[in-house]
Structure formats: structure tokens, C-alpha cells
């Protein structure tokens, strides 16, 4: 169940088989987008949703820990 209005973070990445594709599949979160278009207030998209963020925040703090690092 999800509130009406509520803010969906769809942070699953699935492969699944799609036959219109060259590759043959395509990527799908873990919330079913289409039905929860007209609940949600804010969705975000898979993929090009989170991903981006979260590999610019793990970079991050990967460049962070390696200053940490060289400060000992």
C-alpha cells in the first residue's frame, strides 16, 4: 500500500526479457511505475533515477576517506 501523495524512491534495478529490444531485455525497478503514476506524488524513474546520485555520492566519499588517508 502506498499513501496517496506519497514520494516513491525506486531503488531496484531487474533485467527482464523484452523482445522489441536490440539488446533483448530492458531495466525495470522493483515498483510497478505505470499503476503508481496517478497515486504517487513524486516517483523516480528506473533507470535514471537514483543511479546517478548514488555513484556521485560514492565517489565522494571515496575521494574524502582518500584525503582522510593521507592526512595519517
Known sequence: MVKPG???IDVGINRISD???K???RLVGDVDFESMMG???A???VPGGVG???IAML???TYNAALL???Q
Open 6 to 8: 506519497a514520494a516513491i
Open 19 to 21: 523482445d522489441t529490444k
Open 23 to 25: 539488446s533483448g531485455f
Open 39 to 41: 497515486k504517487a506524488g
Open 43 to 45: 516517483i523516480t524513474p
Open 52 to 54: 546517478p546520485m548514488t
Open 59 to 61: 565517489l565522494k566519499n
Open 69 to 71: 588517508q593521507m592526512k
